[in-house]
């Protein structure tokens, strides 16, 4: 048993705040790419899925005369820090336990090098399976944070993959 589902996740008003700013669609799209990777690498797949989902949870938007501006956010932008910082408040808060908490919101500060000084540093395969899901799902331009999904799909798609989540921890506890 988890301690929090996906949908416990989805469901809170923090979520939904800062995942429709941010794109709710690319957020599940990364959710599943992370789990299918997670499942092929022998990762922990619960962790996996709920650091794609909140990856993107510290964006800001850069906005100036109505529309995003990429040099203020390429200059101002420190979302994975700020998603983080989110995200683990969030986890905490639904009664996470701690140790993954902090396991995914690392892989949530990690998710990408736009921030960091150098692109040289060294990943934990999970932090790495979440880096490479939000590539798995980018598009040029940053159109990825403009998709859109309706809610009641995105939620059944959540639903979804919360399922498939508790099979493959049934599945690994029977192999053990
Ligand atoms: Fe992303």
Redesign the pocket.
Known sequence: MRDVTLLDIFDHRITQKYLNR??LA??IA?AYHAFNLAREQGEDADAAAKAGLL??MGHFTWYRNGKWDYDLYRKNDIHPIKGAERAHKLLIRLGENPVKAKTISLAILF??DSFLPTNDIVRTPLQQIVKWA?EM??EEGGL??YRKIEYERARQSIIKLDEKIDDAQFENKKSV
């Open positions: 941010s794109g690319h957020a990364v990856h993107d998710h990408t939000d799902d980018e990825h944070h």
